[in-house]
C-alpha cells in the first residue's frame, strides 16, 4: 500500500518556473515506476513524465519534453517535477502516481507492477495566467 501526498502547486505567469513534490508512505514506493499526470477542466488526465524505480530513463510527453524534469529520492520516499518555462495550456490539477501503463514507457523499468486501480495522489493545482 502506498499513500501520495502532493504540493507546490499555484498561479504563476507565462514563462516562470514551478516545482511540484509528491510526498509517499508505504514499503513499496521504490519498487514502482513513478509518474505524474495532470488533468485539465473537460479534459481527460494525460501523462506528463514517468521516471523508473531506479530514477533511470525519465519519459516524458512530447508537450513538456526539454522544460519539465522528473526525478525521485527513494530514501526520502519523494517524486519530484521541475516544471520551468510554464505556458497557459500546462494549467491542470497534477497527480503523482502509479499504475500499469508506465513500464511500457520507452525503458521506465519497475520491480513490481502496481495494484490493477494504480496508486494516487489527491492532487495539486497548477494554473499559469497572465
Known amino acids: 500500500q502506498v499513500q501520495l501526498v502532493e504540493s507546490g502547486g499555484g498561479l504563476v505567469r507565462p514563462g516562470d518556473s514551478l516545482r511540484l513534490s509528491c510526498a509517499a508512505s508505504g514499503e513499496s514506493f521504490s519498487s514502482y515506476a513513478m509518474g505524474w499526470f495532470r488533468q485539465a477542466p473537460g479534459k481527460e488526465r494525460e501523462f506528463v513524465a514517468a521516471?523508473?524505480?531506479?530514477?533511470?530513463?525519465?519519459y516524458y510527453a512530447d508537450s513538456v519534453k526539454g522544460r519539465f524534469t522528473i526525478s525521485r529520492d527513494n530514501r526520502k520516499k519523494t517524486l519530484s517535477l521541475e516544471m520551468n518555462s510554464l505556458n497557459p495550456e500546462d494549467t491542470a490539477t497534477y497527480y503523482c502516481g502509479t499504475d500499469r501503463s508506465l513500464h511500457k514507457l520507452g525503458r521506465i523499468a519497475t520491480i513490481q507492477l502496481p495494484p490493477a486501480r494504480g496508486y494516487w495522489g489527491q492532487g495539486t493545482q497548477v494554473t499559469v495566467s497572465s
Open positions: 521516471t523508473s524505480w531506479n530514477g533511470g530513463s525519465p
